[in-house]
């Protein structure tokens, strides 16, 4: 079998991984155990990359990542779902949605969304510039100011309100460990493992690199370190290696 090509954003770190919604597709990738490639693509570059490859836009009409182009089938798939649901029609070993629950693994995720992360994207946001190559500074400040309906970089994220934001993140965890709690096993559909977990630990990836040292401690704490659990879970799952959390949090897992 010939590698799945993947289409990531590329970033200053190491290992330049951090954005959610391609490491939904890495997750994907090796829980069904398909070798892949990765393109790393600027931040800025990827309207006029996916473009050039014949990729179609997504939610918005926008060109977002991740795309994968799959050299055994001729296949070139947008948007972390629709690839999801792709690789599971084309490559049906270990199932990632169970067959019919496909809305409702959408709806989760929107729910998720609109719980944990809303209340603390501008935080979020403000951090991920900082790791952003600096020829895609421009690129990412336009973009989301234009997201948040701001006029100012300094008003995305002002020192006076970044305690709220990382409460609200941390007060909206707690809502998702409730919903855990009560699916009777250890994964968000119980005893089967699905698209859903990997949808959360997709924007733990996201924390993790964006993040400082301190934060990144009290997130791994919370609710008893089950957010390190839980990542680590999935990556055994998904035959991806621990990351951050095997460097630093071993007393977590």
């Not at 305690?163 to 460990?177: D, I, T």
């Not at 250890?186 to 924007?203: E, K, L, N, Q």
Request: aromatic share 10%.
């Amino acid at each position: 079998m010939q590698p799945i090509i993947l289409y990531d954003i590329s970033s200053k770190l190491p290992q330049k991984k951090w954005a959610p919604n391609p490491s939904k597709t890495r997750f994907c990738l090796g829980h069904k155990g398909l070798p892949y490639e990765v393109i790393w693509v600027e931040l800025r570059d990827i309207a006029s990359t996916m473009k050039g490859i014949g990729a179609s836009p997504t939610a918005g009409e926008r060109y977002t990542l991740p795309v994968i182009k799959d050299p055994n089938t001729g296949a070139l798939v947008s948007d972390s779902h629709a690839i999801a649901k792709y690789l599971d029609e084309t490559y049906s070993d270990k199932p990632l949605i169970p067959r019919g629950a496909h809305v409702l693994v959408q709806t989760f995720e929107t729910l998720f969304i609109s719980t944990v992360l809303k209340p603390s994207s501008k935080l979020l946001m403000a951090r991920t510039l900082e790791i952003q190559n600096d020829i895609s500074r421009e690129a990412f400040i336009e973009s989301r100011l234009k997201m948040f309906k701001e006029t100012r970089w300094e008003d995305v994220a002002p020192e006076g309100k970044t305690q709220q934001m990382w409460a609200a993140l941390k007060s909206g965890l707690g809502a998702v460990h409730g919903w855990y709690q009560k699916s009777g096993g250890r994964w968000i559909m119980g005893d089967t493992f699905s698209f859903a977990d990997i949808v959360v630990v997709s924007w733990m990836v996201w924390w993790n690199a964006v993040l400082n040292e301190q934060e990144r401690q009290e997130l791994h704490a919370l609710h008893g370190g089950s957010w390190a659990r839980l990542l680590a879970d999935v990556n055994a799952e998904c035959n991806t290696d621990l990351g951050y959390f095997e460097k630093h949090n071993r007393s977590f897992l």
